[in-house]
C-alpha cells in the first residue's frame, strides 16, 4: 500500500537541540533511538520509511536496523492514524468487566467500524490493545495521550463530543 | 486503598500513606513530610552498610520473582573499576496489577529517593527509570518531580534518567528492559552472564522493581527491625505489599497489607466480595502469569511468597484478579493465552509457536469445533513450553492453561461436548 506523506525533515531547529538532550543522557547514540523515535512520531504523526532513514541519519544507524526496532514495539505507528488514537484494554482484567462492549461502542459511535481502521472523517482510529495496567479502573482506554479510566459503553458518547 | 478511596482499617499503610494527597507529589510538600531524610542520612553511610540494613529488613522483590534485594545489591563487584549502572523497572504490564502506577501518580519522589539511595548502594553514578509508554499520566508527574529534585541538587553526583518504553509487555523482563534502553529490540538475553556481571551496556547493573525502591527509605529511616516486624506468617517474608485488586469485586483498587494477610480478607472484608448475588469462582493472586486458584484455595491462602505456593499458585507482582460465578474460563484463560502470544518477543520456538497455537487451540474449543483430544494436546504443549526458553513468558502462558484445565475441566468439556453455545472469537 502507498501512503500520501507529506514528509518535511523533522530534526532540524528546536527539535535538533531536544534531540541533542536526549543524547546526552546515554553513553551511545543507539540508546537514544526509542526517545529520538517518540519525538519523531510527535512531530510527523507516524513513523514512515522517510522517518527511519532520517532518524537512522541522525543517530548512525542503518535503516535496517532502525525499521527492525521500530516493528518491534506497538505504539509506534507503522501507518497514518486518525486524529484520535484510541487503545482500548480489553485482557482478562478488563475484559470481564466489559471492555468489549466499550471496544464495540466506540467502533459504532466514531464510524471507525473495526477495530485498527481510521473513520472515514479521518478523526478516529480505534485499536485493541493489551492490557494497559489500570485493571481496577476497568476499563481504561488512552485517547491520544490522555489516559481515561472507568470507561463504560454509556460514558463513550460523552467522550466521543469531547474529542472529536 | 488508593485515590480515590480512603485507607481501610485493616490496611498497614506505609507505601499508600500519601496516596491521593496531591502536595505529596511537590518537592516542598515531599520534603514537609520527611522526605529525603533517608537520603540524607544514606549517602553518610559506606554503601556496604545501606546493603546490610536492606539484607537485614528481609526486603523482597516486588516485581514477581521475590528475590532478596539487599542480596541483589551485594552481587555487585566489590571492587569498581567500571561504571555501574542501576535500572528501575517502572514497566508494569502484568495484567491484572497497576500498583507501581499509584505509586509513580502520588508519590514519584518516593521513588526517586529510593532510588537514589539504591545507586549509592551499588555505587552507581547513573539510574535509568524505565516507564512504560502507555502510562502518559505517571510519566509526566516523574517528570515534574524529577526537575524539581535536580534543581534542587537533590541527588548529588547521582543522575537519574527517565526512559519511556513504547509497548512491549516483555520489557519489564530485566535483560529486556536493558536490550531496550540501550535502543535494541527487546529480547530477553541468555543468563548468565547476570546483569551484576554484564547488565546495561555490557556493565555491572542492578534492576529492581518500583515498589521494592519505593520501600527502600521507609526501610533505611526507621530501621531493618522494624520493617522485619511486619510479618503474619513467614518469616521470610517481611514487610508491607501493595495488592492491587481488579476483576468482580465491589471495590477494586489497591490496598496495602502486612506479609502473611488472609487473602480471604483482602476481598471479602476490604474490596467487599464479588458483586450483590454472585460467589466467587476463581481467583489469580499475583499477576496473570501465576496458576489459577479455586475459590476453596483463595480462601485458604496466606499472602506472602511462601503462602501462595503452599495455596499452589505464586505471589508474583500482587495482582489479584477476581472471577465470579458469571465468567466463562474457558474464554477468559483463551484471553490471557492471546496476550501472551501478542505479547511474545518470539526469540525461542516453543514461545513463539507454544502461545500461538494455545491460542488458536482455545479459539477452536470456544467455537465449538475442539476435539476430545484438545485438553490433552494443550497440556503436552504446555509441558514444553515450561522452563524451555531464554525467559519465563512461555511458562507464563501456561500456567493459565494447565491450572485452568485442571480446575475447571467441566468448562472445557462442556464446549467440547457441545454443550455450552459456540463463542466465535473475533
Not at chain 2, 502520588?106 to 537514589?116: D, I, K, Q, S, V
Amino acid at each position: 500500500m502507498t501512503v500520501q506523506e507529506d514528509y518535511q525533515p523533522v530534526f532540524s531547529g528546536t527539535v535538533m537541540e531536544e534531540l541533542q538532550t536526549v543524547l546526552g543522557r546515554y553513553p551511545t547514540k543507539q540508546a537514544a533511538l526509542l526517545p529520538t523515535l517518540w519525538i519523531a512520531q510527535r512531530e510527523h504523526g507516524w513513523i514512515s520509511d522517510r522517518i527511519m532513514a532520517e532518524v537512522a541519519e541522525v543517530l548512525g544507524l542503518t535503516p535496517a536496523y532502525v525499521k527492525g526496532v521500530v516493528t518491534f514495539y506497538t505504539m509506534y505507528h507503522q501507518h497514518p492514524v486518525g486524529k484520535n488514537f484510541v487503545q482500548v484494554c480489553t485482557t482478562s482484567p478488563c475484559n470481564i468487566c466489559g471492555a468489549e462492549d466499550v471496544l464495540k461502542a466506540l467502533l459504532a459511535q466514531t464510524g471507525a467500524g473495526d477495530a485498527g481502521a481510521t473513520s472515514p472523517d479521518g478523526k478516529w482510529t480505534i485499536v485493541e490493545v493489551e492490557c494497559l495496567g489500570a485493571c481496577g479502573f476497568a476499563t481504561p482506554i488512552l485517547v491520544n495521550d490522555d489516559f481515561v479510566e472507568n470507561v463504560t459503553p454509556d460514558k463513550v458518547a460523552d467522550i466521543v463530543k469531547k474529542y472529536r | 486503598m488508593g485515590f480515590p478511596h480512603k485507607s481501610h482499617p485493616k490496611e498497614t499503610v506505609v507505601l499508600s500513606q500519601y496516596f491521593g494527597d496531591a502536595d505529596a507529589r511537590t518537592l516542598k510538600g515531599w520534603t514537609k513530610r520527611g522526605g529525603y531524610e533517608a537520603l540524607a542520612q544514606a549517602l553518610k553511610m559506606d554503601p556496604v552498610a545501606v546493603t546490610d540494613v536492606v539484607k537485614e529488613s528481609g526486603l523482597r522483590g516486588r516485581g514477581g520473582a521475590g528475590f532478596p534485594t539487599g542480596l541483589k545489591w551485594s552481587f555487585m563487584p566489590k571492587e569498581k573499576k567500571r561504571p555501574h549502572y542501576l535500572c528501575v523497572n517502572a514497566d508494569e504490564s502484568e495484567p491484572g496489577t497497576f500498583k507501581d502506577r499509584e505509586i509513580m501518580r502520588w508519590t514519584p519522589h518516593a521513588l526517586l529517593e529510593g532510588t537514589a539511595i539504591a545507586a549509592h548502594a551499588i555505587r552507581a553514578e547513573v539510574a535509568y527509570i524505565y516507564i512504560r509508554g502507555e502510562f502518559t499520566e505517571p510519566w509526566t508527574i516523574m517528570e515534574r518531580a524529577l526537575a524539581e529534585a535536580n534543581a534542587a541538587g537533590v541527588f548529588g553526583t547521582i543522575k537519574i534518567h527517565l526512559h519511556r518504553g513504547a509497548g512491549a509487555y516483555i520489557c519489564g523482563e530485566e535483560t529486556a528492559l536493558m536490550n531496550s534502553i540501550e535502543g535494541k529490540r527487546g529480547n530477553p538475553r541468555i543468563k548468565p552472564p547476570f546483569p551484576a556481571a554484564a547488565g546495561l551496556f555490557g556493565l555491572p547493573t542492578t534492576i529492581n522493581n518500583v515498589e521494592t525502591l519505593a520501600a527502600v527509605p521507609h526501610i533505611i529511616k526507621r530501621g531493618a527491625a522494624w520493617y522485619k516486624g511486619m510479618c503474619l506468617s513467614n518469616p521470610k517474608s517481611t514487610g508491607t505489599k501493595l495488592f492491587s485488586v481488579c476483576g468482580h469485586v465491589q471495590r477494586p483498587g489497591n490496598y496495602e497489607v502486612t506479609m502473611g494477610f488472609p487473602l480471604k480478607d483482602l476481598l471479602y472484608d476490604m474490596c467487599g466480595g464479588p458483586p450483590a448475588g454472585r460467589t466467587l469462582k476463581a481467583c489469580i493472586p499475583g499477576g496473570s502469569s501465576v496458576p489459577i486458584l479455586t475459590r476453596e484455595e483463595t480462601e485458604q491462602t496466606l499472602l506472602d511468597y511462601e503462602g501462595c505456593v503452599a495455596a499452589g499458585s505464586m505471589l508474583g507482582s500482587g495482582g489479584v484478579i477476581v472471577f465470579d460465578d458469571s465468567a466463562d474460563m474457558v474464554y477468559q484463560i483463551m484471553r490471557l493465552a492471546r496476550f501472551y502470544a501478542h505479547e511474545s518477543c518470539a526469540q525461542c520456538t516453543q514461545c513463539r509457536e507454544g502461545t500461538a497455537w494455545t491460542t488458536k487451540i482455545m479459539e477452536r474449543i470456544l467455537a465449538g469445533q475442539g476435539k476430545t483430544t484438545d485438553l490433552d494436546l494443550l497440556l503436552d504443549l504446555s509441558e514444553n513450553m515450561t522452563g524451555k526458553t531464554i525467559c519465563v513468558l512461555s511458562d507464563s502462558c501456561a500456567a493459565p492453561i494447565v491450572s485452568g484445565i485442571k480446575k475447571f475441566r467441566g468448562e472445557f468439556e462442556a464446549y467440547l461436548a457441545g454443550k455450552r453455545q459456540p463463542v466465535m472469537v473475533g
